[in-house]
T-cell receptor
Framework: DTAVSQTPKYLVTQMGNDKSIKCEQN?????MYWYKQDSKKFLKIMFS???????INETVPNRFSPKSPDKAHLNLHINSLELGDSAVYFC???????????FGPGTRLTVL | GENVEQHPSTLSVQEGDSAVIKCTYS??????FPWYKQELGKRPQLIID?????GEKKDQRIAVTLNKTAKHFSLHITETQPEDSAVYFC??????????FGSGTKLNVKP
């Protein structure tokens, strides 16, 4: 019954590695998002996809590449991980940009 | 792009008192203003929202007001309880799937 799910929940890796975070929603929403929440709890939008098309691409290093194979999935691939990438990454979905966003449980990424 | 500012960053109140958190936004195209509550270690969850065609909305102890002219909106929590302690985020969205959060307010309700 999980509405928005993410895997993995925790991710610990070394600098320079490449990693992916997966997100799936079973709400039938057409818009999905990735957010980064840093240690100061600031929630910053990274990407927004509507019907598999990229709508928002904020100032994010091009080491971050989102991929949406279908409307229910939005994955985040990160190349050449850096210490500053350590944060909690939240996936979210909504029916429109002006509708309730439902968040996934978050993925805590720690780069050593 | 949109700029959402939120104040205060921390707020401490006595149980039973009211709490008010304020946000301002910059983009007049924004027309959806939700408020999210995030408890420690958990995901943000919607507690109340308001759209630009409404000036005020209330849900039990929680209310939100919107002043479109001044581009600001506020969250009001009455009769606060210890379980209201959390980080609260305001946000602003538009019809183009753009969505921006404020910097958060850590609310501490002292028993």
């Amino acid at each position: 019954d999980t509405a928005v799910s993410q895997t993995p929940k925790y991710l610990v890796t070394q600098m320079g590695n490449d990693k992916s975070i997966k997100c799936e929603q079973n709400l039938g929403h057409d818009t999905m998002y990735w957010y980064k929440q840093d240690s100061k709890k600031f929630l910053k939008i990274m990407f927004s996809y509507n019907n598999k098309e990229l709508i928002i691409n904020e100032t994010v290093p091009n080491r971050f590449s989102p991929k949406s194979p279908d409307k229910a999935h939005l994955n985040l691939h990160i190349n050449s991980l850096e210490l500053g990438d350590s944060a909690v990454y939240f996936c979210a979905s909504s029916q429109h940009g002006t509708d309730t966003q439902y968040f996934g449980p978050g993925t805590r990424l720690t780069v050593l | 792009g949109e700029n959402v500012e939120q104040h205060p960053s921390t707020l401490s109140v006595q149980e039973g008192d009211s709490a008010v958190i304020k946000c301002t936004y910059s983009d007049s195209a924004s027309n959806y203003f939700p408020w999210y509550k995030q408890e420690l270690g958990k995901r943000p969850q919607l507690i109340i929202d308001i759209r630009s065609n409404v000036g005020e909305k209330k849900d039990q102890r929680i209310a939100v007001t919107l002043n479109k002219t001044a581009k600001h909106f506020s969250l009001h929590i009455t009769e606060t309880q210890p379980e209201d302690s959390a980080v609260y985020f305001c946000a602003a969205g538009d019809n183009f799937n753009k969505f921006y959060f404020g910097s958060g307010t850590k609310l501490n309700v002292k028993p």
